[in-house]
């Protein structure tokens, strides 16, 4: 079937559902997510949406500027960055007046905490700036957005799985979809498609990122000829629940919760003496993996503890219920009495699909656009995070961008005209199906996903050395030739999970393939990307600025063929390189 739209979102997160509400207004518009719309991750989001509000102590939106660009490691697009900090107070006083419960001050202000790398006058002291609603934030913006997009009657297509992007002559008229229900494949036509897909935190074995986080959408993208940039700055977020790797939110430490090595020590105050347990994540994961390997974890073992106990039951209760009713659930620990066993896990892709502010997608570093393609989110990188997102940053990149995008859409598709289309994709996407459905093979997805998974964790993830990398790509490179001979033993059309788990895969290997050359390439340490070999003799990331002070975008060529790397130098017109301390 075709269906026409006038813009077509893909992707029912917060940064599709804030471009949807933005374009509603003016257009028809609709929704497409695989699962259901308000299952998506940014419904997990804990800890808050950052803006330098100054509710509860004084805060400047130079200081927030500031902090982001550091926290970045310096690699992050300053204008971008200005553009969000500045739009922050305006985006959670909408968020207000939609009716987000927010928490609140004695004297009824939003109430604000502190988050990793938040700071005042420029990295003096902690800064209370992450607006929340207790620990469930994400929950609370995500269904309020959903009824305002139900409000305006936006069209959903839930589990709805994207299968291809649609180009005719250079432009993006629409997607082709798998209906998960009845197993249809439908066109989706559109003058502008959004693509608001989420991370790809699922491609590591350990990770805080749900089921849906897969990361295709940037593959198709990047096999659409569309350069990849910053692929390799993956952060990991320093408290995952050990072992499983959910999330413990970095509000604990906001609200005093203190990291402890197995001699009860907290080690922060050695790695980051002025901000300690709030210093940026790929720094307080780092500090975490030193302690446990030079024998300092819990019973040497690979993890240290969250210690709570301090804050007391009452402000557990009021500001962490869901985040320690993890640790009862899954753990069995009480937080109110025993420390909670935690390691860095897999959280967020800095980078992504290139994209100006606007959330239009750039073909190449002139700066080029994709007619009709844009990207907003996660799965987006519009350049705000450089190489390490600190806590809080992304719920408001989402909403400031997928506004904008939004915005940028309703103003460009009363122009497009609707051109006649002489090809099917529709016919195109189901001959690929049935040619995947057909193929006869040894080889089973789930069990090279879970391989991929494990490759990723020990070749990719917070320490890398050349060797590992390498090694890395190859593995990478044999379970592709290994993809080739899967066979999809479910033949059903109804939620046939199997061969949509197939196609991720197929997916998945392109990205890990493209994070790891583009972190073989980057000979030096910067924000989550840490090389063993460039490390000061405290331990500290040694950046050349002199050689890598640029982002790295990677362009596909085909199967098996070498990436081609474009280069786009920085600015620094707002806050000048430095070095990157915490000490
Ligand atoms: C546990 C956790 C806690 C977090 N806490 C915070 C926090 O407190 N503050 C903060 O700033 N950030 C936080 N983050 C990060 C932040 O939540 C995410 O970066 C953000 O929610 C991503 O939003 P998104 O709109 O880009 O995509 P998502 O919310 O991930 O949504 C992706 C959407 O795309 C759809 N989709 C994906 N692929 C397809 C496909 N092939 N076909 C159809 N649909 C598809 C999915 O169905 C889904 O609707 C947290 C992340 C996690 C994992």
Known sequence: MIFNHEIVIVGAGLAGLRAAVEAVETVDVAVVSKVLPTRSHSGAAQ????????????????????????????????DAIEIMVRDAPRAIYELEHMGVPFSRTRDGRIAQRNFGGHT???????VKRACHAADHTGRVVLDTLYDQTLRHYVKFYAEHYLLSLVFDEGRCIGVVTYNLASGNVDFLRAKAVLLATGGCGKIYKTTSNGFATTGEALSLVYRAGIPLEDMEFIQFHPTGLFPLGILVSEAARGEGGILLNNAGEPFMERYAPKIKDLAARDVVSRAILTEVREGRGIGGKGYVHLDLTRLGEQKIIEKLWEITSFARIYLGIDAVSQPIPVAPTCHYAMGGIPTDGDGRVIADNTGKAVPGLYAAGECACVSVHGANRLGCNSLLDLLVFGRRSGKAMKEEVPAVEVSVVNFDPVEAAKSRLAALMAKEGKEQSHLLRQEMQATMMN????????????QGIDTILALRKRFSRVAVANQGRSFNYQLMETIELGHQLDLCEVILVSALHRRESRGAHFREEYQTPDGEAKRNDDEYAYVAAWEYTGEGKPHILHKEQLKFEEVEMKERSYK
């Not at 950052?50 to 130079?62: C, F, H, S, V």
């Open 47 to 78: 800890g808050g949406i950052t803006a330098a509000l100054g509710n509860e102590e004084e805060d400047q939106w130079e200081w927030h500027l500031f902090d982001t660009i550091k926290g970045g490691d310096y690699l992050g697009d300053q």
């Open 120 to 126: 005042r006058e420029y990295g003096k002291a902690p």
């Open 459 to 470: 070749h990719g993830s917070v320490f890398r050395t050349e060797e590992t990398l390498k």
